[in-house]
């Protein structure tokens, strides 16, 4: 029976596609962005998150691992992640929740049970599926199963995706899904691989044969002041204003995810890039308005 991994079903999302959704995060993606929001969707494999700020340092999870993966020393509780088996005991007897596993298997049904029982404000509202990640694509398998198995429940689908996957994958999903919504973040594969870890050849070139097929398609761009804004962003408008997008999404950057940085044990890059203000948004917003490109901040 086919089974994926997924991050997060989030009911009553607005900001996934049009109307009333729920976003399936699927876990994986072969990107490693500075600013990612979602850390815990990166690897592909179950993780550890630890809340800090919860822990009494009561010495339950190292009483109950079995592997040695979690000491207090000096009265500060340290996790061995290089020694730990996800076997889930620590988190089982954690008396005060700080610990959890992000990434938990579904199969395709289990994941349309949860969909459907939404169907009546999908309904309602013109709103429907969104599979996001991480990357989607990264399950293609487990993916196309989902998006063929809403399809056929009559429930319109979204993808939110950062591109970088093969063309055939793209075709294959295109033919069913009703929207994309795509990231761009460089026009430049070399700052791109810098920021990101990945190219962008085929980002764009996916990007373009979407364009081609007429699919309808929201382009999402991150802004971060000092990495992709200025001239990458004027070379970004003249770019979509040749193709068939439907509506640019100006994301302005933000540290929501930060935390979740400490919670995997991670060093978040980003940690004194200041977010962008209202009025410099309000200027990159007239850049694009300027190629006659249908743009909005946030979405």
Known sequence: MLRGKIINIQKYSIHDGP????????????????WCHNPESQCMEKEILYWKNKCTSCGMCVKKCPNGAVEIKDGKLINHRDKCTLCGKCIDFCINNARDISGKEYTVEEVMKEVEKDIVFYDESGGGVTFSGGEPFSQMNFLEALVEASKNRGIHVTIDTTGFTTAENITKIASMA?????????????EHKKYTGVPNESIIENLKMLSDMHKEVYVRIPVIPGINDGENLKKSAEFLRNLNISKVNLLPYHKYGMDKYNRLGLEYKLKDKKEPTKEEMEDILEIFKCYGLNVKIGG
């Not at 009703?178 to 070399?190: A, T």
């Open 19 to 34: 109307g009333i959704r729920t976003t399936v995060f699927l876990k994986g993606c072969p990107l490693n962005c500075w």
């Open 178 to 190: 009703d929207l994309f919504l795509y990231d761009l973040k460089f026009m430049d594969s070399d």
